[in-house]
């Protein structure tokens, strides 16, 4: 087995891991965009389309992890090139969401057309299904993360069993399960190399919030504030669970209000999954907005809204309406986007959070491992060969968390050739780390 990683090894997005079969079968794991700094759009060397065309030559499929865009990109490319590509059914239906919505966009029709084109295309795949592709054979699992239906996979090929995580936490709704399952199912497999992320690394011991945490935060903001915009991604199913959750927790009476998009999003959810997600109830307010102020301005309201015109449009027609003593704004995103130090700062988004003069508080949590579950990771899955991390800031260093010592030597953060050991003979797993 050789394992390639193109991008992700010294930053986080741009995901690109390649495996490739001692008879040359190809494939990838995740195909990301850089991400964008700030307002800047991002540049990607894979644009040129030259570059793209060589890096797919002789790969036949790709797998994503998930749906963020530092993990999936330049599908239209890759569909273009004639490269099959696999993502969860629920993904598919959520890009599908998205890229649709992303239509009524000027400057973004294009684009989203071309992604739709190629969706069209994607082979969905089963979780704890396996699939083979030449002699390599590939099973996805289940893992926790702020995009719901996100996925780690099982490799296994020339003998050698690798596990890819891709991005994941143990401490949002579904991250329970997914640690028991690790730990019960998966490393008994005996696994030999671990591709994981590190994204939390470069955090240190900062304290890592559960989502629990969350509704008990927001819980104490909502009963101070009748009134409340929550803005977090649309995307992000457990942060939109939890903010409803606290409202029902706080007072039955109070609506939670969410427009189409986001309401097709949970719906979405709520025909795929079960559990905590089946009991949501929205209100529709692109439909029901006259219907429904009157009856929001009396019992008091918590309205998810979204850095556009509009809502910005919306929000000008409710906020004169309402006293802004009592109006809570609750930002639950990366803090990184409204603070001016940060180089991801984004200026339309700190002046859409603090357009009025209302309260202003920060209820958020990483979609990403805590150092103590990449440890405990590290520690259960205990691979026989080689931990290669990715996905992590180009500082942060594996070998800092609290790991066995014989797994810290076989850490892997430049090009080596590995040997795994099978009685009293070796066999090679050749790993490059480019970029
Ligand atoms: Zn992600
Ligand atoms: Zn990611």
């Not at 998930?66 to 059914?89: L, M, N, P």
């Not at 019992?299 to 906020?319: A, C, H, P, W, Y």
């Not at 988004?349 to 357009?355: E, G, L, N």
Request: aromatic share 8%.
């Amino acid at each position: 087995m050789k394992i390639t990683i193109h991008r992700g090894a010294n930053q986080i997005g741009g995901c690109i891991t390649e495996i490739e079969s001692a008879k040359g079968d190809r494939i990838f794991i995740d195909f990301g965009h850089n991400l964008p700094e700030g307002d800047k759009k991002s540049d990607d060397k894979f644009e040129n389309p030259n570059l793209l065309r060589e890096v797919l030559r002789g790969v036949s499929d790709v797998y994503y992890t998930h749906y963020h865009g530092d993990h999936i990109g330049f599908e239209y490319e890759i569909y273009k090139a004639g490269v099959a590509q696999h993502i969860g059914g629920l993904s598919l239906k959520m890009m599908q969401t998205l890229k649709t919505h992303m239509q009524h966009a000027d400057g973004l029709k294009d684009q989203a057309a071309d992604s739709l084109a190629a969706l069209e295309h994607f082979k969905v795949y089963r979780p704890a299904h396996t699939e083979q592709i030449g002699d390599i054979s590939i099973t996805p699992y289940f893992v926790s993360h702020s995009a719901v239906d996100a996925h780690m996979f099982l490799i296994e090929c020339d003998g050698v069993t690798a596990l890819h995580t891709g991005d994941f936490r143990d401490h949002g709704y579904m991250g329970g399960g997914l640690m028991k399952n690790l730990k019960a199912n998966i490393a008994p497999k005996h696994i030999d190399v671990l591709i994981t992320e590190g994204t939390m690394l470069a955090r240190g011991g900062e304290k890592v919030l559960s989502e629990w945490d969350l509704q008990e935060q927001a819980m104490d903001v909502m009963k101070n504030h009748k009134y409340a915009f929550v803005l977090c991604s649309s995307t992000d199913a457990d942060r939109i669970v939890t903010m409803f959750k606290a409202t029902q927790r706080t007072d039955h009476k109070r609506l939670f209000v969410v427009d189409s998009y986001q309401g097709a999003q949970i719906l979405n959810i709520k025909d795929n999954l079960d559990g905590i997600y089946k009991s949501l109830y929205f209100k529709n307010i692109s439909k029901d907005y006259d219907k429904l102020l009157p009856q929001m301005l009396q019992d008091g309201f918590i309205m998810l809204v979204r850095n556009s015109q509009t809502f910005e449009n919306l929000m000008e027609k409710i906020v004169p309406q309402i006293d802004l003593q009592q109006t809570v704004f609750i930002y639950s995103q990366f803090g990184g986007y409204i603070d001016k130090s940060h180089a991801a700062f984004r200026q339309s988004t700190y002046d859409f959070v603090h357009k009025h003069d209302w309260k202003m508080v920060q209820i958020h949590t990483s979609g990403h491992a805590s150092c103590q579950a990449l440890t405990n990771v590290c520690n259960w899955v205990h691979p026989s060969t080689a931990i290669i991390p990715i996905h992590k800031e180009k500082d942060s260093n594996f070998s800092e968390l609290q790991l066995d010592l014989d797994l810290k030597g076989r850490i892997v953060t430049q090009t080596q050739v590995m040997h795994k050991q099978v009685g009293s003979q070796n066999i090679d797993v050749e790993i490059e780390i480019k970029d």
